[in-house]
């Protein structure tokens, strides 16, 4: 019985230690719970703090507003089409300025570059969806910028190019046949020069001669226009088909530019080739002195002298198919805004932008631009 009786008394106390034992395991369980919403509580209010950053601060005008309200001020005439040796010594002058100014602006654009770069990396895990676009358009300021400083270099490099040949001037030498040949246009009206006495006008009512032209303004292309004086005796529809071979011949300032030539009405022309007697040149030419003998670019007009046109230069010996070609590239080559230059040495061909009426100086007359198609392919 007693044993019976310490039994029970043993049961009971364990019992007793195991309800004190599970409230307070319970009681400890309880408070391990409570101490993540505790933490949870504050990392939320850790991410609502990072969450409120500083917008992103974008340009008042961005890079490409500024170049494209700078764009518009081109001349139509000067929107360039080909390379930039299509574009006449203005236009690229207007090319430089505005391209200048766009690099005079380039440390307020790149700073912001950078700042954007600091921003992105620093906020990329917060950002919203309006700062995004702003963001990506200025990250892009740096290359777009590198673009537009490669053309200042081009454009500034085509200047001094077009001003002067001299003294970097690689010598051509071609030999006779390869000159002969060069004469080969696809018309024997070179050798004639179109000149038809039969079609001498007489008439004071009448002041020039103008070929017709069905073809209307292309920006794309040289539009130019041709006066012919009538008491020449040109023909001007052969006038017509000889420019048109000349100006578009694979060995001639089509291939230096980029862009073909089209005759248009004087309206719509860039430029006029003006074919006019001694006396009517040194007229359109003043105040530059022709003294009757020599021809002109003046302005937007190429005046062609007769004398020359029929009796070509010393220099040429009586071959007045490569002087018709050298006269017309010549002052073509002026209107696109390059310089009278020197023989580059003795027996090569004399560079098309020489005064070759005046003497080749040692060097063998040639009627094409040469020099200037090594010039813009490889600045040699």
Not at 63 to 69: A, N, P, R, T
Not at 107 to 122: D, G, K, L, R
Not at 355 to 373: I, N, R
């Amino acid at each position: 019985m007693n044993q019976t009786i310490k039994s029970s008394v043993l049961l009971i106390s364990l019992l007793g230690i195991s309800f004190f034992a599970f409230r307070f395991l319970d009681s400890s369980l309880n408070q391990q719970t409570e101490k993540p919403i505790v933490e949870t509580t504050v990392t939320t209010t850790t991410i609502k703090q990072q969450n409120e950053i500083d917008r992103f601060n974008k340009l008042d005008e961005s890079l490409g507003e500024f170049i494209d309200k700078e764009l518009l001020t081109i001349s139509d005439d000067c929107i360039k089409f080909g390379s930039w040796f299509s574009l006449t010594a203005n236009c690229l002058d207007e090319w430089l300025t505005i391209l200048s100014k766009i690099d005079q602006k380039s440390s307020t654009y790149v700073s912001h570059y950078e700042y954007a770069q600091n921003y992105f990396m620093s906020n990329y895990q917060n950002l919203n969806d309006e700062d995004i676009e702003d963001l990506l358009e200025s990250l892009g300021i740096k290359s777009e910028l590198a673009v537009w400083n490669e053309k200042l270099i081009e454009v500034t490099s085509v200047l001094n190019i077009k001003s002067t040949q001299d003294g970097s001037t690689t010598a051509i030498f071609l030999d006779d046949t390869v000159i002969n040949n060069s004469k080969n246009i696809g018309t024997s009206d070179l050798k004639n020069g179109c000149i038809d006495s039969t079609l001498i006008q007489e008439d004071p009512e009448k002041e020039w001669i103008i070929p017709d032209s069905i073809n209307s303004r292309d920006t794309k292309k040289f539009n130019y226009a041709v006066k012919i004086e009538p008491s020449l005796g040109l023909d001007p529809l052969c006038i017509k088909n000889l420019l048109f071979l000349l100006l578009n011949n694979d060995l001639g300032w089509s291939n230096v530019t980029g862009k073909s030539f089209q005759l248009t009405s004087v309206e719509d022309s860039d430029y006029v080739y003006i074919f006019a007697s001694p006396e009517k040149t040194d007229e359109l030419c003043a105040p530059i002195e022709t003294n009757s003998i020599f021809s002109c670019r003046k302005d937007e007009n190429i005046v062609l002298n007769f004398y020359r046109w029929q009796e070509g230069a010393v220099d040429f010996k009586k071959d007045m198919e490569t002087y018709r070609i050298y006269l017309i590239n010549h002052e073509t080559g002026h209107i696109l805004g390059w310089g009278h230059v020197g023989c580059p040495k003795e027996g090569a061909i004399a560079p098309v932008m020489m005064q070759q009426s005046k003497g080749t100086d040692g060097c063998m007359p040639y009627g094409w631009p040469a020099y200037e198609t090594l010039k813009s392919k490889f600045n040699k």
